[in-house]
């Protein structure tokens, strides 16, 4: 009998240790969460998450000991019930626990789930226990096959995201041809300053510079204008209707001699 005793204590020693690392873990994490979460890092996640796999882990194996004795067949019973605050229990449960009455024995000595919790998982396994092997087997195959098809999903956009990362864009305009027009709209690089001779230089509208009347002047070489009265007559009239259709434009007072061939052009 007391070496059952002994056993049990020192089990309840070791599982108390564990849990004791498990609940400072678990407090440290929360910590991070709640005040230094713009400084939280994902593998600094992963880390936490590890250590509380292990210290869980390790408390399984020391309730699965083959030393450790079975807590489900202890009986705990209360032996005092007091409404009035109680500073050893305080100590013992960090301030959780301030009096042990008929309030929260209940709720701190329960063996089983509440009775609402306990309806809920009756109804559960008496859903599950209708459901047929096949049904079963159907909706599981349903479960895998959606489950993989996300998965193949993700992966490929993972794929495609890591392979887009590391494949530069392709290019699609020629830096030449945009430098060039950018220049000839803005600076008029590359553009032509021929103007027709009859055009007119800013505010100068509808009458011709000077400059533009001398040079027209000097291409012109003056002949002697040989014919008859009456042909040399509608040929300068011809040149001044032809001058006076066109608006903007003042009559040139430039004399030209034109001199017809031997042979007219029109008389073949």
């Known amino acids: ?26 407090g440290s994490f929360i910590y991070k969460l709640e005040n230094e979460y713009d400084r939280l890092t994902w593998p600094s996640v992963l880390d936490s998450f590890a250590l509380l796999s292990g210290q869980l882990n390790t408390l399984n194996k020391v309730l699965k000991h083959e030393k450790t004795p079975l807590f489900r067949n202890q009986v705990i019973i209360p032996l005092v019930l007091s409404p009035d605050r109680d500073e050893d229990l305080m100590r013992q449960t960090e301030g959780r626990v301030p009096v042990f009455s008929h309030e929260v024995v209940p709720d701190h000595l329960r063996t089983k789930p509440d009775p609402e919790v306990e309806e809920q998982e009756k109804q559960l396994t008496t859903d599950a226990a209708r459901i047929g092997a096949d049904a079963a087997q159907k909706q ?12 193949e999903k993700i992966s490929k956009e993972e794929r495609e995201s890591e392979s887009g990362g ?7 305009f020629n830096p030449a041809d945009t430098n060039a027009l950018v220049a000839a709209v ?11 001779s009859g055009s007119s230089g800013p505010g100068q509208t509808g009458q011709p510079g000077t400059g533009t009347i001398l040079a027209g002047a000097s291409g012109l070489q003056q002949v002697q204008m040989t014919g008859t009265p009456s042909q040399q007559q509608s040929m300068l009239s011809g040149v001044q209707m032809a001058q006076a259709g066109q608006p903007g434009k003042m009559p040139s007072g430039i004399k030209t001699n034109i001199k017809s061939a031997s042979m007219h052009p029109y008389q073949r």
């Open 186 to 196: 803005a600076f008029g690089k590359g553009l032509s300053n021929w103007r027709p």
């Open 140 to 151: 599981i195959q349903s479960l895998n096959k959606m489950c993989s098809n996300l998965l």
């Open 166 to 172: 590391l494949r530069p864009n392709k290019q699609t």
């Open 1 to 26: 009998m007391q070496r059952e005793e002994k056993q049990l204590e020192a089990s309840l020693d070791a599982l108390l240790s564990q849990v004791a690392d498990l609940k400072n873990s678990l």
